[in-house]
Structure formats: structure tokens, C-alpha cells
């Protein structure tokens, strides 16, 4: 595990900075769902090989329709609820003198709810479903079989968790590097830094932009060392933390 920055540079960038904030598994932690990569995390109970490729969903949709079903499950029981690390960068949207952009490698709903406006689902969201047959993309809180019939095309067999694969494109990239290309401040929250492109968008920022960088995570993420700034602890606690830094700078 790389060490985390030596210097923690609190940075505040100009009235009018544009920030982009990166999300993962570990903000949502402790709103009761489970990473992928921490000890007993989800990658560790089921290999995505088997259930979060196009491959997979190809050789057996029921086994896929299985795994996502009982995560929207867990999702829609009502312990489940956007925590203070949520509700801490819906206050930093509204009250940043500056353009704030959300991209989430999560695709629960927990922002969404929390409510986040400038939010990218970039690995999508599994709260939607998308047919693969005519590309129909509809809300789908429930569960999923392979019976289920496409609102779009009438045809059943193709509905899919409007999620990204291992081996997919996530979603609006485009969008994602023109926000990076011009931002003041690049924040980290809750990823380990094992999955591109996400992992390599601070490493693009520190190439495009002269962009501060800050790592709020539980620990030194893969791409620790890039970081400019570090504070390691739970979301709960680092990220209200870190947006109250921000703000003060312009109340
Ligand atoms: N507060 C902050 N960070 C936490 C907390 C917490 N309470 N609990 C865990 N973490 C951190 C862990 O230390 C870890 O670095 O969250 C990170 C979770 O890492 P992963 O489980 O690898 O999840 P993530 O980085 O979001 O995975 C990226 O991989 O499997 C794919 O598509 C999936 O979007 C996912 C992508």
C-alpha cells in the first residue's frame, strides 16, 4: 500500500473554482453497503467474472438478475439512507461560490436521494434497467428476470441492470474530461484506485491542470502518493469536515 502524502496542503481554491469530486463504494459504506475490495466485500463473496460482465449475463442472465436483485434489495430496506458524507457534498453544491460537478463510480441511488443535482452515474445506476435489444432505458426499483418484458420494444429477454461492466465504456467520459481539463479542485472520496479510468483521473488532472488534489478515503488509496492533500478516516467524518474547510473560506 503506497504511503500517503508526506505534506497535507490545505488548498482553497479561488470564489468561482470549479470542483470535481469523485466518489466510490466507501462513501456509501457506512449507510450499510458493502465495498468491493475491503476484507468480506462484495468481490469476495462472488467473482465479477460471474455476475458483472457482458459475458457473464450472455452465459447465464438469471445468475446476473440474481446478484443485482439482492443488492437493490439491501438498497431499498429502509436502514438503507444517504449518510452525512452524502448529504455533506449536496451543501457543497448549493453553497460553493463556483461550479461543483459529481461523478460516482457507485451505482446506488444514495447521492440521487441525498440530492445531488450535478451528478454523473459514470458505471450507471442499477435502480434503471436497459434493453438490449432496442436500448429502451426505463426506472426499475424492483427485481429483474429474464421474463420481465421491455416497455420500448415489447420484446422480453433483454433487460439488463442499466449498469457499466468490467470490459464496457462508463458512461458521459466525455463530459467527465472536460470537467477535469478545467478544474481548481480534483476531491477523492472513498475509492481504492483499482478500476480505470476512475482510477487515473488524478493523474490526468495533475497532467491537464494545475488543479489542488485531496484524498478523502479510509486509506491510502492505489493512487495515494498523487494526491497533494490526505485526510484518512470514515466518510462521516472527513468529508462534512472538508467541505466546512471550504465553505469557511467564503462565509
Ligand atoms: N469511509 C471512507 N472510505 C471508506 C470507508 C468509509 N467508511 N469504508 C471503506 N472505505 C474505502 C476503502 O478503504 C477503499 O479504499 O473505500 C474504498 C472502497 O474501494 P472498493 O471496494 O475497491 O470500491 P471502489 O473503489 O468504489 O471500486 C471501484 O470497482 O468493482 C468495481 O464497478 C465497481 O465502481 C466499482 C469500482
Redesign the pocket.
Known amino acids: 500500500m503506497p504511503q500517503s502524502p508526506t505534506v497535507s496542503l490545505a488548498a482553497i481554491p479561488p470564489a468561482g473554482g470549479r470542483i470535481v469530486i469523485l ?5 456509501s ?2 449507510s450499510g453497503l ?5 476484507p468480506g ?3 469476495s463473496k462472488v467473482r ?1 467474472e460471474d455476475v ?1 460482465t457482458p459475458e457473464a449475463f450472455a452465459r447465464d442472465p438469471a445468475r446476473c438478475h440474481a446478484f443485482y436483485n439482492m443488492r437493490r434489495a439491501r438498497h431499498r430496506s429502509m436502514d438503507v439512507q444517504p449518510n452525512a ?1 452524502h448529504h455533506a457534498l449536496v451543501r457543497l453544491e448549493k453553497e460553493w461560490p463556483g461550479d461543483v460537478l459529481l461523478v460516482t ?3 446506488d441511488s444514495l447521492h440521487d436521494r441525498a440530492g445531488s443535482k450535478n451528478l454523473i452515474h459514470m ?1 450507471g445506476i442499477y435502480t434503471q434497467a436497459r434493453c438490449n435489444d432496442c436500448g429502451h432505458a426505463l426506472d426499475w426499483p424492483g427485481d429483474m428476470s429474464v421474463e420481465d418484458i421491455c416497455s420500448g420494444c415489447s420484446r422480453a429477454g433483454g433487460l439488463r441492470p442499466n ?2 461492466w ?1 470490459g464496457e465504456m462508463p458512461m458521459q467520459m466525455e463530459r467527465i474530461y472536460e470537467a477535469l481539463r478545467s478544474c481548481d479542485l480534483f476531491i477523492s ?7 480505470y479510468p ?2 487515473g483521473f488524478v493523474a490526468a488532472v495533475r497532467k491537464m491542470t494545475d488543479a489542488h488534489t485531496a484524498e ?4 491510502p ?1 492505489q493512487g495515494a502518493t498523487l494526491f497533494a492533500e490526505a485526510h484518512y ?4 467524518q ?2 462534512p469536515a472538508y467541505v466546512d474547510t471550504l465553505l469557511a473560506a467564503y462565509q
Do not use: C, M, Y
Open positions: 466518489t466510490g463504494a466507501g462513501i459504506k457506512e458493502e465495498t468491493f475490495r475491503d466485500g462484495i468481490w465479477l458483472a458524507a463510480q457507485n451505482v458505471h449498469v457499466v468490467f472520496i472513498g475509492t481504492s484506485g483499482n478500476v476512475a482510477a478523502l478515503n479510509l486509506e488509496s478516516g470514515p466518510a462521516t472527513t468529508v
